[in-house]
């Protein structure tokens, strides 16, 4: 039974530049959320996904937006890269029925911005 | 405003030893509890979680956890800690009105010496 595959799993952009990353979910899955993980920290909300639209979000700028395929997987945009945006970016599937059943987590991207 | 506290960075004790690792949580209304928790490059790994029911929750890997509504509080708890155990630890809440995401705590350092 898959788990939760992220890809990739690390990057390095300039600032300014735009990054793509992508999460398949667990199979069976059908929500997806994503969290921005910054050193040190917690993560943090940035947005969850379910029939291929944003349900909530967090507080993030517009400049991280997202998308969900009819497959269930995802991706996250985050448009004109700033150093501060250098973390560990986490997704998360969990199935809509159970709503207070855990989150998956993937092993996540770790973003460089240099 | 929802927000969850851990308020030890780091908690060291020696295998064998009971652990601690405390958190409390401020939400509105009632409080979905979890806690995850996370090894060196991997992304979180679910141990348990309170929703109702029993004030002493069972997880896995030996964890247990201890809800306190007058407290605020849900500490995670062993009996007898492994050195395997070393991990940072999350505290996370969902609140009834923020119906999807989870709020993280900052995190706890387990260090457990031989």
């Known amino acids: 039974d898959a788990g939760v595959t992220q890809s990739p799993t690390h990057l390095i952009k300039t600032r300014g530049q735009q990054v793509t990353l992508r999460c398949s979910p667990k199979?069976?899955?059908?929500?997806v959320s994503w969290y921005q993980q910054a050193l040190g920290q917690g993560p943090q909300f940035i947005f969850q996904?379910?029939?291929?639209?944003?349900?909530q979000r967090g507080n993030f700028p517009d400049r991280f937006s997202g998308h969900q395929f009819p497959n269930y997987s995802s991706e996250l945009n985050v448009n004109a890269l700033l150093l501060g945006d250098s973390a560990l970016y986490l997704c998360?599937?969990?199935?809509?029925?159970?709503?207070?059943?855990?989150?998956?987590f993937g092993n996540g991207t770790r973003l460089t911005v240099t | 405003a929802q927000s969850v506290a851990q308020p030890e960075d780091q908690v060291n004790v020696a295998e064998g030893n009971p652990l601690t690792v405390k958190c409390t949580y401020s939400?509105?209304?009632?409080?979905?509890l979890f806690w995850y928790v996370q090894y060196p490059n991997r992304g979180l790994q679910f141990l348990l979680k309170?929703?109702?029911?029993?004030?002493l929750v069972k997880g896995s890997y030996g964890f247990e956890a201890e809800f306190n509504k007058s407290q605020t509080s849900f500490h995670l708890k062993k009996p007898s800690a492994l050195v395997s155990d070393s991990a940072l630890y999350f505290c996370?809440?969902?609140?009834?009105?923020?119906?999807?995401?989870?709020?993280f705590g900052s995190g706890t350092r387990l260090l457990v010496r031989p």
């Open positions: 199979s069976g899955h059908d929500t």
């Open positions: 939400v509105s209304g009632n409080p979905y």
């Open positions: 309170y929703i109702t029911g029993d004030n």
């Open positions: 996370a809440v969902r609140g009834m009105d923020s119906s999807y995401k989870l709020i």
């Open positions: 998360a599937s969990s199935l809509e029925t159970r709503y207070n059943s855990p989150l998956h």
């Open positions: 996904y379910y029939e291929e639209e944003e349900r």
